[in-house]
């Protein structure tokens, strides 16, 4: 039995010719092998735990097929949860990093917290945390350039001579909203412009909030100029609105958004 496991698992101790045989009979017989127990007795999954703070907007759905689609090229399936912004201690994540149910993290949720970080480093699983910039060497991280990215975008809408730019704010609690916010300012702060009066909304990401945020400001304040969305579906989501009630983009208001998902060439 032993020489059969390491010939079908490409172990050594086994010669060419005997590996052959056993795998042309495996075949022959319709072998599969049983995935627990090659899981219990090589101590790996070979699933990769993902973690979503929501799946709501395109951008997740963007990089979740990226992350699939690499993940089925290096033979791993993917496990998905979804912490909807509402488990102060990432008790889902800590879940899957325990008893043995992935091989690794990867955290797309800017409000993890260093605590809740550093309990998941115990579980000596390796982690890449997306959205965010660490000094860890025990987590490995990718985000884009949330500052500079931000800068641009208010840049180009004050160089085509706009001033009155409304902002729609990412989730306050979220770092990537808070760096988005600082190019920004940097932004204002170049062309002279006080970033204190820059006006400002909270759509915490989210299109339906953005939505609701933005009728209640246009209630009680004149349509702005132009419009900064902090990501690409509360863009869109003002866009439509504002066309619905027959006004004219970018003609009479502009609009920008951040991420760069594939509904954005529609915009």
């Known amino acids: 039995m032993a020489t059969v496991s390491r010939a079908l698992n490409n172990k050594p101790r086994t010669s060419s010719k005997t590996r052959e045989k056993i795998r042309a009979l495996a075949e022959r017989l319709g072998y599969q092998p049983n995935a627990v127990a090659r899981m219990l007795s090589c101590e790996k999954t070979d699933t990769i735990g993902v973690v979503f703070r929501q799946m709501t907007s395109g951008f997740y759905a963007s990089v979740m097929t990226g992350i699939d689609l690499e993940a089925y090229t290096q033979g791993y399936h993917v496990l998905i949860t979804i912490s909807k912004g509402s488990d102060p201690e990432h008790g889902k994540a800590q879940a899957l990093a325990r008893g043995m149910r992935v091989d690794g993290l990867i955290i797309l949720d800017a409000t993890f917290t260093e605590k809740a970080l550093t309990r998941l480093k115990a579980s000596g699983r390796p982690m890449v945390v997306i959205q965010r910039v660490l000094d860890d060497p025990q987590v490995s991280s990718v985000a884009p350039d949330n500052v500079g990215g931000a800068r641009t975008a208010v840049r ?76 690409d579906d509360m863009a869109l989501a003002i866009m439509k609105e504002l066309r619905v009630t027959g006004v004219k983009v970018p003609q009479q208001v502009a609009v920008v958004g951040f991420d760069d998902i594939d509904a954005a060439e529609f915009m």
């Open 156 to 231: 180009h809408l004050l160089s085509l001579g706009y001033r009155d730019v409304l902002l729609v704010a990412g989730s306050p609690d979220a770092e990537d909203a808070s760096l988005r916010m600082d190019g920004c300012r940097q932004a204002f702060d170049e062309a002279g412009l006080d970033a204190r009066n820059m006006p400002c909304i909270s759509g915490r990401y989210s299109a339906v909030e953005a939505l609701k945020a933005f009728r209640a400001y246009r209630a009680e304040h004149p349509l702005p100029r132009a419009i900064f969305a902090f990501n």
